[in-house]
C-alpha cells in the first residue's frame, strides 16, 4: 500500500526557487566584476605612485645644475628634459618652480617639484593619473 503523506516539491515550487537562485548568482558575478575592476584600478594607482615618487627620489639626488632641476616643464605637454617614459604603461612628467623669494634667503636653494604619471591607455575604468608634488633643497649647494 502506497501511503498518500508522501509530498514533494511541485512544479511551481521548483521554477521559483530557479529562478531566485539565477537572479542571486547573476548578481554576484556582477559584484565580481567590480570588485575585479576596483582590484586592479587599485594596482595601477599604485604603481603610478610608485614611479612618480621613484621620480623624486631620483631628482633629489641631482644636483641643481641638471637639465632636468631646470626651472620649467609642463604636465600636459612633452617639454624637453622634463618628461619620460618609464614603463610602455605610463608617461611621466614634471614642472619645476622657484620658491617664492623669502627674507632669509634660502628660496635659492629650494625648488618646488610636481611629478604627474599618466598612463597611456586613458582607460578611466581601470587607469588614472597620479600626482606628487614637494619641495626638494639643493644638496650641496654652491
Known sequence: ???????????VEVLIATVILTVALVSMAELMAVTIRMQMLGREQTSAVRLAQDK??????QDFAVAALGIGGSLTADVADHFDDPTA???RRWLVAACPVDPVGIAANLRVVTV???PVVTDRRTATAA???????CWPCP
Open 1 to 11: 500500500m502506497k501511503s498518500t503523506d508522501e509530498r514533494g516539491f511541485t512544479l
Open 56 to 61: 623624486i627620489d631620483e631628482l633629489m639626488s
Open 89 to 91: 604603461l605610463y608617461k
Open 116 to 118: 604627474r604619471v599618466t
Open 131 to 137: 600626482e606628487i608634488t614637494t619641495i626638494i633643497r
